[in-house]
């Protein structure tokens, strides 16, 4: 079964930079489309950005796109977001899911597999 672990998170700077792994274990990610998704304090999880299995289509929220980048390592079963020009509403805690043969679109599809989220801040 497949299992997530996030990392990378922590303390930045408002302009400042942070890259966030995803690396999974129990299975091959190939078979997998994956994504970011955040919740700040009070609000819902929203989507942030997605990536097919081939790496080859990523998709972005109009909130990040341009600023953040969504890749992945089939090879090191791996996924990746390299977050720059933050932002004070960057603030959240980012999490990685993973859909078997699909894309993780929305934060409420029970087909989602979750990692357990990783803290990132951002100062003004």
């Known amino acids: 079964q497949l299992q997530l672990v996030e990392s990378g998170g922590g303390l930045v700077q408002a302009g400042g930079s942070l890259s966030l792994s995803c690396e999974a274990s129990?299975?091959?990610?190939?078979?997998?489309?994956m994504a970011w998704f955040r919740q700040a304090p009070g609000n819902e999880r929203e989507f942030v950005s997605s990536?097919?299995?081939?790496?080859?289509?990523?998709y972005y929220a109009d909130s990040v796109k341009g600023r953040f980048t969504i890749s992945r390592d089939n090879a090191k079963n791996t996924m990746y977001l390299q977050m720059n020009s933050l932002k004070p509403e960057d603030t959240a805690v980012y999490y990685c899911?993973?859909?078997?043969?699909?894309?993780?679109?929305?934060?409420?599809?029970?087909?989602?597999?979750w990692g357990q989220g990783t803290q990132v801040t951002v100062s003004s």
């Open positions: 899911a993973a859909k078997l043969w699909g894309f993780p679109a929305s934060a409420a599809d029970e087909d989602n597999v």
């Open positions: 990536i097919n299995w081939s790496g080859q289509s990523t």
């Open positions: 129990g299975s091959r990610i190939v078979n997998y489309g």
